[in-house]
């Protein structure tokens, strides 16, 4: 997971996955299906997400 702009992260997977992400409480923020290759989850609040486990900072 990557922060790809203002906004939105990038996620590439090998295969079809389930991607949620939490804020620092663990309330779920999104969770959304993404399949092989890169997808760009954007509309998301600047801050720190923890999205499958990993620390992302969305800028």
Do not use: C, H, W
């Amino acid at each position: 997971m990557l922060a790809s702009g203002k906004g939105t992260i990038s996620v590439t997977t090998a295969v079809p996955a389930v991607v949620k992400g939490y804020d620092l409480t663990g309330r779920l923020v999104f969770g959304k299906s993404v399949q092989v290759g890169t997808t760009t989850i954007g509309g998301l609040k600047q801050g720190m997400l923890i999205v499958n486990g990993k620390k992302v900072v969305v800028e």
